[in-house]
C-alpha cells in the first residue's frame, strides 16, 4: 500500500513538474521569439523540415482516409436513401476531425520525434551547454524555431490533408460508386461552412504548438546518454499524441 | 582574476563542492586536478554560469558572478571561451560553420572576414584544409583541436577546458599541451583546465590546484606541490592505489 502511495507521488511530482517547466519553455520561447535578432534561416529551415518533408505522408494519410470515408459513409447512408450525403460527411469529417487530428498524430510521429532525437542528442553530447557557454540562448536558438514552425505547418499541412481527402472521397463516391458529381459537389458545397475549416484549422494550431514544445521539452532536458535520447523520442511521441486526442476532445466539446 | 568564495553546490544528498576557495590568476595557466566524479566539471560549469551554487560566490574582477540574471550572464559568457570533453562540436555543421558560429551570432561581421577569421584560428591550432569537413569525419584529437579553434575564435580574455586530453594518445595529449601553450603564449589569455592528466599538467601548469571531497586541499606552483608532502596528492601525483584515497 504505501509502496503505491509513493510510486502515485512520484508521478504526481513528475508530472507537476514536467507542467511546470514545459509552461517555462513555452512562456520563454513566446518571449524570445519576439525578441531581436530573429533569424528567420532557422525558422525557414524547420517549416521545411516539419512542413515540406511531412507533405508525402500527409497526402498519403489524408488521400486514404477520404476514400474510407466515403466508402463506410456511401455503405451506412445508403440504407437511409441518402447517397447523397457523402460528399458533405467526407467533407465535414475531414476538415473538422480527421484531417487536423491525422495531420497531428503522423507528424507527430515523423516530426515531432525527429526534433526530440536531435536535441537529445545536442543535450546528452554537451552541444546545448556549448551554446550556453558561447552566449546564445538555446530556447531562442532551438526551440523557437521549431514551436513557430510547428504552430504555422501544421495548418498548411492540414488544409493539404482535408484537400487530398475530399479529392479521395471525390474519386471513391463518384467514380467507384456511382454518385452523380453534380449532386456530390453540390450538397458539399451546401453542408460544408467556413467555419468548420476554420474550426478544424484552429485546433491543428493548436496541435502544432503541443507537437513542438512536447517534442522540444523531452530533448532539450534529455539525460542518461544513447538510452535517454530514445526515451524522449518515444516520450515526445506518446506524450504529444495523448495531449493531441485529449485536446483534441475539449476543444471539440466547445465548438459543437 | 577570478575568486571563487566558499562554493557549495549539493545534487539531492550529495555534496559535491563543499566550500571551494580559489583565486585565478590573470594571463596565466590554472590547472584543477581531481579524481574523475570530485566535482571538477561542476566547479568549471559554476564558473561560467551553467549551473547556479547553493551557496558562495564568484568574483570576476569586482563582479560576483553568481548573483547575475541569465540575460546579464550573457554579457560576461562573452568574454569567456570554452573546450567541452567531446568538443561538443555542433554535429549539423562544418568545421568552418561551428568554428565562425559565435562570430556569426555576436558580431556583424560579413562573410568573407568570418572565413578569414575561421582559417587563422584553425592554422593557429594545427589544422589546415579542414574547413568542409563535418565533426563526424574527425579524429578526436581534431575535433579538441576545432573545438579549441571555436573556443578562441572570439579572442576571449578566459579559455576553459574541461578534461582537453580525455580519450587521447599520450602523443596527441602531449601536442594538445604544446598547443595549450603556444596559444596562451600568444593570446596572453588565462586558462583554467580540469584534468587528471599528470603529465600533461606539469607540463602546462603555471599553477594546480587538488580537489578533493567538494574543496580544495592543496595549491601551488608545479614545482611546489611535487614537493608537498600531503599523502593524498602524493598518492594522486604519483597514481597509486594505496594510499589514503579509498578506491572503492
Not at chain 2, 589544422?127 to 576545432?146: A, C, F, I, Q, T
Not at chain 2, 573545438?147 to 576553459?160: C, H, K, N, S, T
Amino acid at each position: 500500500m504505501r509502496r503505491q502511495l509513493e510510486s502515485i507521488g512520484r508521478f504526481s511530482e513528475d508530472f507537476v513538474s514536467a507542467a511546470g517547466q514545459m509552461t517555462i519553455m513555452l512562456a520563454s520561447a513566446f518571449v524570445y521569439a519576439f525578441t531581436p535578432p530573429i533569424k528567420f534561416r532557422n525558422i525557414f529551415k524547420q517549416m521545411e523540415f516539419v512542413g515540406v518533408q511531412s507533405l508525402f505522408v500527409v497526402i498519403l494519410t489524408g488521400s486514404f482516409t477520404g476514400m474510407v470515408l466515403a466508402l463506410q459513409s456511401f455503405n451506412a447512408l445508403k440504407r437511409f436513401g441518402a447517397e447523397s450525403l457523402v460528399g458533405p460527411t467526407v467533407a465535414l469529417s475531414m476538415a473538422r476531425e480527421l484531417g487536423p487530428v491525422l495531420t497531428g498524430l503522423m507528424v507527430t510521429g515523423r516530426a515531432g520525434s525527429a526534433m526530440a532525437t536531435e536535441l537529445g542528442t545536442m543535450r546528452v553530447t554537451e552541444q546545448i551547454d556549448a551554446l550556453f557557454a558561447m552566449a546564445v540562448n538555446p530556447i531562442k536558438y532551438l526551440v523557437v524555431p521549431r514551436v513557430l514552425a510547428g504552430v504555422l505547418m501544421f495548418p498548411i499541412l492540414t488544409i493539404v490533408t482535408d484537400f487530398v481527402g475530399v479529392i479521395g472521397g471525390y474519386a471513391v463516391g463518384v467514380k467507384l460508386l456511382g454518385i452523380n458529381p453534380g449532386v456530390y459537389i453540390g450538397r458539399t458545397i451546401d453542408f460544408v461552412q467556413v467555419d468548420d475549416i476554420m474550426t478544424g484549422l484552429t485546433k491543428s494550431l493548436v496541435f502544432g504548438l503541443i507537437t513542438s514544445l512536447v517534442a522540444c521539452y523531452n530533448g532539450f532536458y534529455a539525460k542518461g546518454g544513447a538510452e535517454g535520447v530514445g526515451r524522449a523520442a518515444t516520450s515526445s511521441v506518446v506524450m504529444g499524441s495523448i495531449m493531441i486526442l485529449i485536446s483534441d476532445y475539449l476543444m471539440s466539446s466547445f465548438t459543437v | 582574476m577570478i575568486k571563487i568564495v566558499n562554493l557549495r553546490k549539493s545534487f539531492g544528498e550529495k555534496k559535491v563542492l563543499d566550500g571551494v576557495n580559489l583565486d585565478i590568476e590573470r594571463g596565466k595557466i590554472t590547472v584543477i586536478i581531481g579524481r574523475s566524479g570530485e566535482g571538477k566539471s561542476v566547479l568549471i560549469k559554476h564558473i561560467i554560469g551553467l549551473l547556479k551554487p547553493d551557496e558562495g560566490a564568484i568574483f570576476l574582477e569586482d563582479q560576483d558572478l553568481t548573483s547575475l540574471r541569465d540575460r546579464d550572464f550573457n554579457e560576461v559568457r562573452k568574454r569567456f571561451g570554452m573546450l567541452f570533453q567531446g568538443a561538443a562540436l555542433f554535429d549539423s555543421m562544418t568545421v568552418a560553420d561551428n568554428v565562425g558560429f559565435p562570430l556569426k551570432e555576436h558580431t556583424d561581421l560579413h562573410d568573407e572576414d568570418i572565413r578569414k577569421i575561421v582559417t587563422e584560428k584553425l592554422n593557429r591550432v594545427g589544422l589546415v584544409n579542414v574547413e568542409e569537413m563535418m565533426p563526424s569525419d574527425l579524429s578526436g584529437g581534431m575535433k579538441k583541436r576545432v573545438g579549441l579553434a571555436r573556443a578562441i575564435v572570439m579572442d576571449p580574455e578566459i579559455v576553459l577546458f574541461d578534461e582537453p586530453t580525455t580519450g587521447l594518445d599520450p602523443i596527441m595529449s602531449d601536442s594538445i599541451a604544446d598547443l595549450v601553450l603556444d596559444t596562451q603564449k600568444a593570446l596572453k589569455t588565462t586558462y583554467i583546465l580540469i584534468t587528471h592528466d599528470i603529465p600533461f599538467t606539469y607540463k602546462i601548469a603555471d599553477k594546480i590546484a587538488m580537489l578533493h571531497e567538494g574543496r580544495i586541499i592543496e595549491e601551488g606552483s608545479v614545482e611546489e606541490m611535487k614537493a608537498n608532502p600531503n599523502p593524498i596528492l602524493r598518492q594522486f601525483l604519483e597514481g597509486r592505489a594505496e594510499g589514503p584515497i579509498k578506491v572503492f
